[in-house]
């Protein structure tokens, strides 16, 4: 019957990934929990926090969802490939995991930050059932489609405005956002759930229209890798692929990412300029495939040596326990931020943002390393996995 992958099968590389990314996420994450996205002004105030969003904008923003979006259709389709070599349906254990993931995420909205995206990825992963019979090269030709077509279309005659204003108007989206910053600052914690799940809604309210189509375009490509085994034996079956995305992933990722500096520094072109405003649009989507294909390509050929593979395989633990090491990431920057904790907001520049980032991340590691000396799953996972299987892990 099915059950969670046993230790004998777990592929380090893709613990480390995981592990990699949410590094990433906390970073990336860092400035929405800070509230510094509710003030307006100049953002930065030290040439150090400008660098700070430099980094972010080169190295972090967006890429490690990218990544993290990908190992979530890769493990799909290996749960179908297990399935399916021992003759069992797949389909209501993959639903029960959807419905559990949507009912953590939205525990950790209420109870914890209104930011999460667990609930929506299992939105989104509804939209690979249809795709479970499909071609690989069908999944590859609708996830790039599905990631340009809907985030180019709102950018055309305003569509992006219409659909967020058939739920919420600018005006108050504007004034939910000045809200959830008061609301960050107070100094207790009543009514906290029902703000954060209505900021929550308010925030998707903007975005959906391509945002769940682009987390499952994303979905697919990692499907087509799982479905091609490309990470049996920690990658080491398939090295010319992930040389070639090192190779090219890295030299696309440069020059885009080239582009889009002149744009920020020089070109700053105007909304307006339809054309050339979507030509950049697609310059920006594909500077975020490339780096995160060049990510994944190094990592899994760092991974081929002994050295590199002793020092990567420090992030596993934490990649092992995701929701875990997620979660409690909100639950240490929720209490050095808001109010009823510490009560930073406001008071950290994007630079310290990245640095508490990085220690507190340090510290999720260490605790994840003596976590899994005792036990085989983090608490989370424990919890969802005996949801899932409808049995005691």
């Not at 099915?2 to 990934?17: C, F, S, W, Y």
């Not at 990658?235 to 030299?251: K, M, N, Q, S």
Request: aromatic share 14%; hydrophobic share 55%.
């Amino acid at each position: 019957m099915l059950a969670p992958v046993p230790p004998r099968e777990r592929l380090a590389t893709l613990d480390v990934l995981r592990g990699f990314a949410l590094c990433g996420v906390m970073i990336g994450n860092m400035v929405l929990y800070s509230g510094r996205w509710t003030e307006h002004g100049p953002a930065p105030h030290t040439t150090l926090d400008e660098i700070a969003e430099w980094f972010l904008f080169i190295a972090v923003d967006s890429k490690a969802q990218t990544l993290l979006c990908m190992l979530f259709g890769f493990g799909f389709a290996i749960q179908l490939l297990r399935a399916e070599e021992r003759g069992e349906p797949v389909l209501g254990v993959y639903v029960r995991r959807l419905a559990a993931l949507a009912v953590l995420g939205w525990l950790h909205v209420t109870l914890l930050w209104w930011g999460d995206v667990v609930w929506t990825y299992a939105v989104a992963g509804i939209g690979l059932l249809p795709f479970m019979r499909a071609s690989n090269r069908a999944r590859v030709a609708w996830g790039i489609a599905l990631i340009f077509v809907p985030y180019l279309a709102v950018h055309v005659a305003d569509l992006g405005r219409h659909a967020m204003e058939v739920f919420v108007s600018p005006a108050e989206f504007g004034a939910a956002t000045a809200r959830m910053g008061e609301v960050i600052r107070r100094p207790d914690r009543a009514g906290l759930a029902w703000e954060h799940a209505h900021y929550a809604l308010v925030w998707v309210a903007q975005i959906y229209v391509w945002y769940f189509l682009w987390c499952l375009g994303r979905f697919l490509l990692g499907y087509v890798a799982g479905a091609k085994h490309w990470f049996d034996r920690d990658g080491a079956e398939h090295l010319p692929v992930f040389r070639r995305l090192a190779l090219w992933g890295g030299a696309v990722a440069v020059l885009t990412t080239g582009f889009g500096v002149l744009n920020a520094l020089v070109l700053h072109v105007r909304p307006e300029a339809l054309a050339l405003r979507l030509a950049f649009v697609v310059i920006d989507q594909v500077r975020l495939l490339a780096t995160t294909f060049a990510y994944i390509g190094i990592v899994v050929l760092l991974m081929q040596r002994a050295l590199w593979r002793r020092v990567l395989g420090v992030l596993a633990p934490a990649g092992r326990m995701p929701l875990t090491t997620y979660f409690t990431q909100s639950v240490v920057c929720t209490f050095i931020f808001y109010g009823w904790g510490l009560g930073w907001a406001g008071h950290v520049g994007v630079a310290g943002c990245i640095g508490l980032a990085v220690a507190i991340f340090s510290v999720q590691v260490a605790l994840a390393h003596l976590w899994l000396h005792y036990f085989r799953f983090g608490p989370l996972e424990w919890l969802w996995r005996a949801v899932v299987y409808l049995r005691v892990p």
